[in-house]
Protein backbone atom coordinates (compact mmCIF):
# COMPACT_ATOMS: atom_id res chain seq x y z
CA UNK A 1 0.00 0.00 0.00
CA UNK A 2 2.82 2.31 0.24
CA UNK A 3 4.17 1.79 -3.43
CA UNK A 4 0.73 2.76 -4.50
CA UNK A 5 0.64 6.03 -2.29
CA UNK A 6 4.43 7.12 -2.95
CA UNK A 7 3.94 8.56 -6.60
CA UNK A 8 0.37 9.91 -5.61
CA UNK A 9 1.98 11.46 -2.47
CA UNK A 10 4.65 13.17 -4.75
CA UNK A 11 2.08 14.31 -6.87
CA UNK A 12 0.38 16.15 -3.96
CA UNK A 13 3.92 17.43 -2.51
CA UNK A 14 5.01 18.42 -6.26
CA UNK A 15 1.46 20.36 -6.30
CA UNK A 16 2.06 21.99 -3.19
CA UNK A 17 5.25 23.33 -3.78
CA UNK A 18 4.21 24.30 -7.11
CA UNK A 19 1.42 26.75 -5.78
CA UNK A 20 3.85 27.32 -2.87
CA UNK A 21 6.36 28.78 -5.30
CA UNK A 22 3.42 30.77 -7.67
CA UNK A 23 1.88 32.18 -4.16
CA UNK A 24 5.41 33.69 -3.28
CA UNK A 25 6.85 34.73 -7.06
CA UNK A 26 3.24 36.68 -7.21
CA UNK A 27 3.09 38.54 -4.00
CA UNK A 28 6.70 38.97 -4.41
CA UNK A 29 6.18 41.07 -7.43
CA UNK A 30 3.40 42.86 -5.75
CA UNK A 31 6.00 43.84 -3.13
CA UNK A 32 7.77 45.80 -5.49
CA UNK A 33 6.71 49.04 -6.37
CA UNK A 34 6.10 50.27 -9.49
CA UNK A 35 7.91 53.63 -10.72
CA UNK A 36 5.22 54.67 -12.11
CA UNK A 37 2.70 54.03 -10.32
CA UNK A 38 4.58 55.07 -6.85
CA UNK A 39 4.15 58.19 -4.84
CA UNK A 40 8.08 59.36 -5.56
CA UNK A 41 7.23 59.58 -9.20
CA UNK A 42 3.96 61.19 -9.30
CA UNK A 43 5.12 64.26 -11.52
CA UNK A 44 4.81 67.43 -9.12
CA UNK A 45 2.08 69.86 -11.18
CA UNK A 46 3.88 72.97 -12.39
CA UNK A 47 3.59 75.93 -10.65
CA UNK A 48 1.06 78.48 -11.97
CA UNK A 49 2.15 81.23 -13.81
CA UNK A 50 0.56 84.75 -13.26
CA UNK A 51 0.97 86.37 -17.33
CA UNK A 52 -0.51 90.04 -17.40
CA UNK A 53 -1.78 90.80 -20.60
CA UNK A 54 -2.49 94.71 -21.55
CA UNK A 55 -4.72 94.90 -24.49
CA UNK A 56 -3.26 98.33 -26.36
CA UNK A 57 -4.79 101.15 -28.38
CA UNK A 58 -3.78 100.41 -32.02
CA UNK A 59 -2.37 103.71 -32.41
CA UNK A 60 0.08 103.00 -29.44
CA UNK A 61 3.43 101.15 -28.58
CA UNK A 62 5.14 100.73 -25.39
CA UNK A 63 7.54 103.18 -24.08
CA UNK A 64 10.55 100.74 -24.83
CA UNK A 65 9.16 99.52 -28.27
CA UNK A 66 12.43 99.68 -30.60
CA UNK A 67 11.14 102.92 -32.77
CA UNK A 68 13.61 102.09 -35.49
CA UNK A 69 11.75 98.86 -36.56
CA UNK A 70 9.61 99.53 -39.55
CA UNK A 71 5.86 99.69 -39.26
CA UNK A 72 3.62 100.05 -42.33
CA UNK A 73 1.54 103.57 -42.59
CA UNK A 74 -1.93 103.31 -42.72
CA UNK A 75 -1.93 99.38 -41.45
CA UNK A 76 -4.88 97.62 -40.09
CA UNK A 77 -4.03 96.84 -36.57
CA UNK A 78 -5.78 93.65 -35.77
CA UNK A 79 -3.50 92.79 -32.20
CA UNK A 80 -1.43 95.18 -29.91
CA UNK A 81 -1.11 94.12 -26.69
CA UNK A 82 1.91 93.80 -24.27
CA UNK A 83 2.59 90.75 -21.78
CA UNK A 84 4.55 90.94 -18.26
CA UNK A 85 5.80 87.71 -17.03
CA UNK A 86 6.50 87.27 -13.61
CA UNK A 87 10.74 87.20 -13.51
CA UNK A 88 9.68 90.77 -14.84
CA UNK A 89 10.49 90.22 -18.93
CA UNK A 90 8.00 91.48 -20.92
CA UNK A 91 6.64 90.86 -24.11
CA UNK A 92 5.00 93.07 -26.91
CA UNK A 93 3.40 91.82 -30.10
CA UNK A 94 1.47 93.47 -33.03
CA UNK A 95 -0.49 91.98 -35.94
CA UNK A 96 -1.23 94.15 -38.39
CA UNK A 97 -2.88 93.92 -42.04
CA UNK A 98 -0.48 94.49 -44.95
CA UNK A 99 -0.82 95.24 -48.31
CA UNK A 100 2.54 94.33 -49.36
CA UNK A 101 3.48 91.19 -50.70
CA UNK A 102 5.22 88.41 -48.07
CA UNK A 103 8.50 88.54 -50.50
CA UNK A 104 8.21 92.78 -50.45
CA UNK A 105 7.89 92.31 -46.45
CA UNK A 106 10.00 89.54 -45.88
CA UNK A 107 13.08 91.63 -47.44
CA UNK A 108 11.86 94.39 -45.62
CA UNK A 109 12.58 93.64 -42.12
CA UNK A 110 15.45 90.87 -43.42
CA UNK A 111 17.52 94.17 -44.64
CA UNK A 112 16.11 96.55 -41.90
CA UNK A 113 17.62 93.99 -38.85
CA UNK A 114 20.96 93.28 -41.17
CA UNK A 115 21.32 97.17 -41.32
CA UNK A 116 20.51 98.33 -38.29
CA UNK A 117 23.15 95.57 -36.41
CA UNK A 118 20.71 93.45 -35.24
CA UNK A 119 21.68 89.75 -35.28
CA UNK A 120 19.64 87.82 -37.43
CA UNK A 121 19.52 83.79 -35.63
CA UNK A 122 16.83 82.15 -38.22
CA UNK A 123 14.68 82.70 -40.71
CA UNK A 124 12.04 80.70 -42.32
CA UNK A 125 10.77 81.76 -46.61
CA UNK A 126 8.04 79.69 -47.62
CA UNK A 127 5.05 80.39 -49.65
CA UNK A 128 2.55 81.96 -47.20
CA UNK A 129 4.55 81.89 -43.97
CA UNK A 130 7.60 83.87 -43.65
CA UNK A 131 9.75 84.33 -39.84
CA UNK A 132 12.89 86.26 -38.77
CA UNK A 133 14.04 86.16 -35.76
CA UNK A 134 16.77 88.33 -34.65
CA UNK A 135 18.33 89.99 -31.38
CA UNK A 136 20.09 93.10 -30.40
CA UNK A 137 21.11 94.12 -27.19
CA UNK A 138 18.73 92.73 -24.37
CA UNK A 139 15.53 92.21 -27.17
CA UNK A 140 14.87 89.62 -29.28
CA UNK A 141 11.85 90.39 -32.76
CA UNK A 142 10.66 87.76 -34.28
CA UNK A 143 9.01 88.88 -37.29
CA UNK A 144 6.14 86.61 -38.85
CA UNK A 145 4.35 87.31 -42.43
CA UNK A 146 1.52 84.86 -43.04
CA UNK A 147 -1.18 84.68 -45.86
CA UNK A 148 -4.45 83.06 -45.38
CA UNK A 149 -4.63 80.77 -48.08
CA UNK A 150 -8.71 80.75 -47.81
CA UNK A 151 -9.11 84.55 -47.52
CA UNK A 152 -6.19 85.88 -48.83
CA UNK A 153 -5.23 88.16 -46.43
CA UNK A 154 -2.29 88.83 -45.25
CA UNK A 155 -0.65 90.02 -41.94
CA UNK A 156 2.37 90.79 -40.12
CA UNK A 157 3.19 90.35 -36.75
CA UNK A 158 5.91 91.77 -35.10
CA UNK A 159 6.37 89.98 -31.35
CA UNK A 160 9.30 92.06 -28.89
CA UNK A 161 10.48 90.40 -26.06
CA UNK A 162 12.17 91.64 -23.52
CA UNK A 163 10.88 95.46 -23.55
CA UNK A 164 10.11 96.00 -20.01
CA UNK A 165 13.24 95.26 -19.01
Known amino acids: MENKNTPVLGIIITILVVCGLVFWAVRGV ?3 KNPLT ?3 ATPTPAPKVSIQREDLDPKLLPANFPRTIPL ?3 AKVIANYSLKMPDGDSQFARTFVTVKTLDANFTLYNDFFKQDGWKIG ?6 TYKVIAASKDNLKV ?3 IFEDPTTKVKTVT ?6 GK
Not at 122 to 127: D, E, G, I, M, Y
Not at 158 to 163: F, L
Open 38 to 40: SAS
Open 142 to 144: QVS
Open 158 to 163: ISVIGV
Open 72 to 74: EVG
Open 122 to 127: ATLNQP
Open 30 to 32: RLV
